[in-house]
């Protein structure tokens, strides 16, 4: 386990590193934003001197080192549009994407496990032929028009649940909803199939035979074996989840991260660009490790060295 | 208890909680929510140039001056009275005992620390508008000149526009402008009280506001991105007002009890721009060797004559056709020449458009080949307007080739990237102040390298006559170079269409499209 952290540990600094260089050469691969952020009645000398003042003017290597050597420190710029330290505007956003990607996760998790089993101890029945439709549902359904349909039904016309924002409880179930419905559906395939290939393993029928109850062979023996690739896509939707946030976070209002990046991208505000950036690089880096880390304790054959 | 009795009083505890909600309702406290598409950014308003940032502290800081919400004139905010001593000064007097909301006095000393703020810092997008003061004097604590650098026939629109906010001195001394970005203090009738950036900002009734209190005690901006999500929104009671009902939704918003819908200018006219040189932005790495058909004065006017207006103003759906580049209100604008509907029917002149053509040496419909650049959506069916637009181009002859592109990524390579071809499609603002700015010599040398003399004295005597009806006489004489040397093609004026909530609100819109919400009021 300890051999696991400190590799994790030394690939999280070298992707970072990496990410940090893309990231930084991206953003401004079509120019600084100056250009963009000018008002009309700017004109060539008068966008210069700003582009002088903000450090755009000098070569892009040396502009590279200067935000690197900071961002060592935590400080990745002032953001050009609010006048404020870039990771303090992503920060506030952070916690709410974090909680509305776990509470979907949650969620997910909740209607996939059962659903997944389910369908898989009874095969071709009813339950499996909903599971099937639910999944091909939510995989077809864009999370952009099921999070428009919600408001429609749930805000507009029984008005039970707030439209947008996160200003109450009531604000999260819509979003989370929408959020959960794609993840529940890929997971519970993932658990159906899983299931079914571990239900055909001697070792339950030696459960069944030794005369243990459905449940227990199910539970103990049965989904442990199954959860390495549920796991696995568990922690791929997790990434997901964090990236899908940023359409179900335009659609809600959500104050989150996802929102930010959108708005910066289109002002050009490339400070809070590169710093949102580094914290998805981030998440999904300490995503993968928990996932790595779960991997020993749910199956102790697994070592790392 | 026996259940008889329990309902028994269960029932009275809710008879007594109804007839308790008058007198609650009483007390309630009157919110306004203002959905709005965002982004907003900082609170220190002077440092950005976003005109949603504006409308926004618009509540929080008094200015000098602002202008009236009809379009007419001004009105006096910390300034009392104010005077045009001669052609180059003029003089505000304060109002007596005016503070900021946390009691820091506003006086003389402080109006100068704001002007001298604005004029002398590059870094912020506002500098440039305010580069036509020469000098700040304080005459005592309650009087303030201020010297232009020359006659200035607009000043009372400059002196009013964004950057005009009055911010407190010593509280910026003592917390600094990014401290500043997060608590910010003004004089106007809104404190700011809470807020998550470019998400939601809650304004309260500030009680020690010169004119007293505003009627509504709260106004919440809400940044909600989406169109769709504003108008399901509104629907569900949970705003009062969106700025922009999208066009399919109008019906709908019309049908609904409660809600009305309102147009208005929008303060924006959409343009076409054409090239009239080779030298300038990105172009010319981009497409070396490249001879815009535009260069030659009788093709760009051909353009101009090719164009239906009405239809094009009817394609955006909410717009007027003009041919002028000031919007129809100001006397400027010359309304009765340039936006009379039969005077830009009459405009529109194919035949003229292919005889202009002919002279060009394009004849029997052999016209030059156009690129046409323009934005899926920015204001209102940009895309669609491109379209129809090169099909009325193609009627007369011209081969258009038409490169239509995402909104950010117009503005990235083509707008401010300087890689337009031809002609660009394009929506700005229209105050009479800014236009001859823009055609005067130092400002088309510098930007495109070209310039025309005449057009320049003009654009340079509107800029310094005083006098208005001399003025006016300049602006005839101006027009007609616009019209006819046709480097900027006018389309029309766009309007806002804004559904809000009419069952609780009494809203009228102002003139100059900005949403501000001091003289809103609850309906009795």
């Known amino acids: 386990m300890y051999g696991l952290f400190v590799n994790r540990m030394i690939q999280m600094v070298i992707t970072l590193f990496i990410v940090s260089m893309i990231v930084f050469f991206m953003v401004r691969l079509k120019g600084d934003p100056i250009s963009v952020m000018a008002p009309p009645t700017f004109n060539t000398e008068q966008i210069a001197r700003l582009r002088e003042a903000w450090g755009f003017d000098k070569p892009l290597l040396e502009q590279y080192t200067i935000f690197i050597t900071k961002a060592i420190t935590g400080d990745f710029g002032q953001s050009i549009q609010a006048r404020r330290p870039a990771m303090e505007l992503v920060m506030e956003r952070l916690g709410n994407t974090y909680l509305l990607a776990s509470c979907a996760a949650l969620l997910g998790l909740v209607l996939a496990l059962p659903l997944g089993v389910m369908s898989a101890v009874r095969r071709n029945s009813l339950i499996d032929v909903v599971s099937s439709a639910f999944a091909a549902l939510g995989n077809a359904m864009p999370n952009f028009w099921l999070g428009l349909m919600l408001i429609i039904v749930f805000s507009v016309n029984l008005r039970i649940l707030p439209a947008f924002g996160a200003l109450e409880p009531a604000a999260f179930i819509m979003p989370s909803i929408t959020l959960a419905v794609g993840t529940a559906a890929r997971l519970s395939r993932v658990t159906r199939s899983a299931m079914l290939e571990v239900m055909n393993q001697d070792y339950i029928r030696t459960a069944y035979s030794k005369g243990l109850s459905n449940r227990f062979v199910l539970i103990k023996h049965a989904l442990r074996n199954a959860l390495i690739p549920i796991v696995t896509v568990f922690g791929l939707q997790l990434g997901w989840l964090l990236g899908g946030s940023v359409v179900v976070e335009s659609v809600f209002s959500w104050p989150g991260l996802g929102r930010l990046m959108i708005e910066s991208i289109n002002v050009r505000d490339i400070t809070v660009v590169q710093a949102g950036l580094f914290w998805f690089a981030l998440s999904f880096i300490l995503i993968n490790f928990i996932v790595d880390a779960l991997y020993v304790y749910l199956d102790p054959r697994i070592h790392y060295r | ?524």
């Open chain 2, 1 to 524: 208890m026996n259940r008889k009795r329990f309902t028994t009083l269960l029932v009275l505890v809710f008879a007594v909680f109804l007839s308790l909600q008058p007198l609650a309702a009483q007390d309630e406290v009157t919110e306004f929510v203002f959905a709005h598409s965002g982004p907003i950014r900082t609170m220190d308003a002077p440092v950005t140039w976003f005109g949603s940032t504006h409308w926004l502290t618009n509540g929080l800081y008094d200015c000098l001056i602002w202008r009236a919400a009809d379009g007419n004139g001004y009105v006096g905010q910390a300034a009392e009275s104010w005077e045009n001593v001669d052609d180059v000064t003029w003089r505000f007097k304060l109002r007596e005992g005016l503070t900021f909301q946390n009691g820091e006095v506003l006086d003389a000393e402080a109006v100068k620390w704001n002007l001298d703020r604005v004029r002398s810092r590059e870094d912020f997008l506002v500098y440039p508008q305010w580069q036509f003061i020469q000098d700040v004097v304080i005459v005592d604590p309650l009087t303030i000149e201020i010297v232009t650098v020359n006659p200035h026939p607009y000043f009372e629109y400059d002196v009013s526009y964004n950057g005009c906010q009055l911010l407190p001195p010593d509280y910026m001394a003592e917390v600094g402008e990014e401290e500043f970005a997060r608590r910010p203090i003004g004089s106007g009738p809104f404190k700011l009280v809470e807020f998550t950036e470019s998400d939601r900002y809650v304004f309260e009734a500030w009680d020690g506001y010169w004119a007293g209190p505003p009627a509504v005690d709260r106004v919440i901006y809400q940044v909600i991105p989406e169109q769709s999500a504003q108008v399901a929104a509104l629907l569900a009671g949970q705003v009062d007002m969106i700025p922009a009902v999208p066009r399919p939704d109008r019906g709908l918003l019309e049908g609904s009890e409660g809600i009305s819908v309102v147009e208005e200018t929008s303060n924006r006219i959409t343009s076409f721009y054409l090239r009239v040189e080779t030298e300038t932005g990105a172009m010319n790495e981009t497409y070396p060797d490249f001879q815009p058909a535009t260069l030659n004065d009788n093709v760009r006017l051909a353009i101009s004559h090719a164009l239906d207006r009405e239809l094009l103003a009817d394609v955006q759906g909410s717009a007027q056709p003009r041919l002028s580049r000031v919007c129809s209100y100001y006397p400027e604008g010359f309304a009765e020449q340039y936006a009379d509907p039969e005077a830009v029917a009459a405009w529109y002149n194919p035949d003229l458009s292919r005889s202009l053509l002919a002279e060009a040496g394009f004849a029997d419909g052999a016209g030059p080949t156009i690129y046409l650049d323009a934005p899926t959506f920015q204001f209102g069916n940009e895309k669609e307007v491109a379209e129809v637009a090169a099909a009325m181009l193609e009627e007369v002859g011209f081969n258009v080739e038409l490169n239509i592109l995402d909104a950010s990524a117009y503005s990235e390579q083509i707008t401010s990237g300087g890689n337009n071809r031809d002609m660009m499609l394009t929506t700005l603002g229209c105050s009479p102040s800014l236009v001859p700015t823009f055609y005067t010599c130092e400002w088309t040398q510098a930007n495109y390298n070209v310039c025309v003399p005449e057009w320049d004295a003009l654009g340079k005597q509107i800029l310094t006559t005083v006098n208005p009806e001399a003025r006016l006489d300049l602006w005839g004489q101006w027009w007609e170079t616009y019209v006819n040397y046709a480097q900027t093609i006018t389309l029309y004026e766009i309007n806002s269409v804004i559904a809000y909530n009419s069952a609780e609100f009494d809203f009228t819109p102002r003139k100059d499209g900005w949403f501000t919400f001091r003289d809103l009021k609850p309906r009795q």
